[in-house]
């Protein structure tokens, strides 16, 4: 098993495939992505050997992520290979979903066991104002055609920003009283391009929260596979609401996940300093190397990150590396 010094057992490998991303989401990539990096991006052998020496050690969840992992012209191919490594039990995508009622039944058919689809805003003028794009209702449809084709698991990602959606919760809860789904919410988290729109725009979870339990929303026991989110659910909604609080004091307690970025690099936490270079590691097909690598690597896991002190590590944007 993937185990730290603090007894913290990791089953669950959040894993870039890109840094690209077609929207201009003004919490994340305003001026689109850096394209200055000719290092090319992680080859599909390389992330079957990556996926493999993950699953030796006890990894059973694989979340593709971006960038925007639909603009890999093979993801087709990520999902069928990721889903067929033995011990790999669930493979999931979190998606903008601009291509989501094109391809969603293609990554059905490859393995695909659930998604996060990232939706800042139900009004079609501020969705366009946060993400550049005019793609509201044709990314609504394919959530609903997900929940239509049975995905086992539907998940909604918002992003809370005061100033564009602080105020939009009974949209919201309208929005998952029919459909059963999860909405969570996300804390803006402070990035190292991000500052001064992060001042502007960070909310508390910690109200959202309190207003959920007030109003009757039931707290739900997390499963011990599952990411961070605090999830609630309630008798009149279909659906579930979820928080995802990266600055509440227990957040990195049950932590679960490590991430790779698309170049191979392995992030022990989103707001690490350093990260360590895998990809010397995924040149043939023997795992060992990798996965004696990885266990050393995770010993030195801090017990958690460091944003209350302002530091984001070296992070610059949520796309480097998918959140």
Same mark, same amino acid.
């Given at each position: ?50 996926? @493999?020496?993950? !699953?030796?050690? %006890?990894?059973? /969840?694989?979340? +593709? *992520?971006?960038?925007?992992?639909? =603009?890999?012209? $093979? &993801?087709?191919?990520?999902?069928? @290979?990721?889903? !067929?490594?033995? %011990?790999?039990? /669930?493979?999931? +995508? *979190?998606?903008?979903?601009?291509? =989501?009622?094109? $391809? &969603? ?23 366009? =104002? ?194």
């Amino acid at each position: 098993m993937l185990m730290d010094r603090f007894a913290r057992r990791f089953t669950y490998l959040r894993l870039s495939v890109t840094e690209n991303c077609n929207f201009r989401c003004n919490y994340c990539l305003p001026d689109g992505p850096d394209c200055s990096s000719r290092t090319p991006e992680l080859s599909l052998p390389e992330i079957r050997r990556l996926v @493999t020496a993950f !699953a030796l050690l %006890g990894t059973t /969840k694989i979340r +593709i *992520t971006g960038g925007e992992p639909c =603009l890999r012209k $093979d &993801l087709l191919d990520i999902i069928a @290979t990721c889903k !067929a490594v033995p %011990g790999i039990e /669930k493979v999931a +995508i *979190t998606t903008n979903g601009y291509r =989501l009622q094109r $391809d &969603l039944p293609a990554w059905k058919d490859a393995g695909l066991d659930a998604i996060n689809v990232s939706v800042d805003s139900l009004d079609p003028a501020t969705f366009h =104002l946060i993400t550049g794009q005019n793609r509201l209702p044709y990314i609504l449809e394919g959530i609903d055609q997900a929940l239509d084709l049975g995905i086992p698991s539907v998940k909604v990602n918002t992003v809370l920003l005061k100033n564009y959606n602080g105020k939009a919760l009974p949209e919201f809860l309208d929005y998952v009283r029919e459909r059963n789904l999860a909405l969570r919410f996300i804390e803006l988290m402070r990035t190292g391009d991000n500052v001064q729109y992060y001042q502007r725009n960070h909310v508390s979870g910690n109200d959202i929260k309190q207003q959920l339990l007030a109003d009757g929303w039931v707290q739900r026991e997390k499963p011990r596979s599952a990411g961070p989110a605090q999830e609630f659910s309630h008798a009149d909604f279909a659906g579930r609401m979820g928080l995802i609080m990266p600055y509440s004091p227990d957040f990195c307690d049950d932590c679960n996940r490590l991430r790779v970025s698309s170049l191979g690099q392995l992030f022990l936490c989103l707001f690490t300093e350093h990260h360590q270079d895998m990809r010397r590691y995924l040149q043939s097909d023997d795992p060992e190397r990798l996965m004696q690598a990885l266990q050393g690597f995770v010993k030195t896991k801090k017990a958690h990150h460091f944003l209350h002190n302002e530091q984001s590590g070296s992070t610059r944007h949520l796309a480097m590396i998918g959140g």
